[in-house]
């Protein structure tokens, strides 16, 4: 079974992606649980949205990454 170059760095975004997408959940449960930690509740609140978010950030830059990876995966194939 032959991986292009591209081919392996498809599988390896995709798996950085499934991480992003638990880190995401996880953050999620704890602030809908408020299990926001010791201290300053709302700094510590404001601290998860913002990761939160910056994951899904992340998210969404590597969803369009990968999409246009795929293309050229696609083309690559037909090519061989």
Sequence with gaps: WYMTTTG????????????????HKKLHD????GELGPGDQDSNLTDLKKQKLH???ELESLRHALMILADQWVSEIINL
């Design 8 to 23: 392996r760095i498809i599988l390896d975004a995709t798996n950085h992606l499934n991480t992003l997408v638990q880190k």
């Design 30 to 33: 704890k602030i809908e649980k």
């Design 55 to 57: 994951i899904k950030d």
